[in-house]
């Protein structure tokens, strides 16, 4: 899809939304816009599960398009994917979020911030130890705060959240 292209049976308020949710992610992430539309319209398409046909029509991209943002966002094997395919890639496969998608999906990238807490504190004291200057190692140290403060908040606030059960959107 090229950053001209505009969807082709959109509202204008799923339209910008769609936008939106493309520009922040390109903003935030580097994705491209035509991989954030696909994740804007599925947060927000009705059926909840859309073909890849449903998809081509509703955001007027090309299907190799679609097939190659899809493929990248149903990775096999990734048991905290947001979205999931039925169907391959040859085939008018259905997509679809995965409900409560979120918290698990968070849960699983903040899973490996402790290990990489021990490397980084690990790192620190060794450096220390061989009485590295301060200033040198004050890049690290900020990370290792950092990543020691996450890895322990982080899990009691998913475990907040997933506490306060399901709520509808009001």
């Known amino acids: 899809m090229t950053e001209q292209s505009a969807p082709t049976t959109l509202t204008d308020g799923e339209q910008a939304f769609v936008e939106k949710v493309a520009q922040y992610y390109f903003e935030n992430d580097g994705m491209p816009h035509d991989r954030g539309r ?9 059926p909840p599960e859309q073909t890849a046909a449903d998809i081509e ?33 040859q085939e008018n496969y259905t997509v679809r979020l995965r409900e409560n998608s979120w918290g698990p999906k ?22 220390r130890a061989e009485n590295a200057p301060e200033d040198r190692l004050r890049r690290l140290a900020n990370m290792e705060r950092f990543l020691g403060f996450v890895s322990a908040e ?17």
């Open 106 to 127: 968070v849960r699983g990238i903040f899973s490996e911030f402790p290990d990489f807490h021990r490397v980084a504190a690990d790192g620190l004291a060794g450096l």
């Open 38 to 46: 696909v994740v804007g319209w599925m947060m927000i398409c009705d």
């Open 57 to 89: 029509k509703a955001l007027g991209a090309p299907r190799a398009a679609i097939d190659r943002i899809v493929d990248q966002l149903t990775p096999e094997n990734d048991p905290v994917s947001v979205f999931e395919r039925s169907g391959t890639l």
């Open 154 to 170: 982080m899990p009691a606030i998913l475990d907040r959240y997933e506490k306060r059960g399901t709520r509808s959107a009001d």
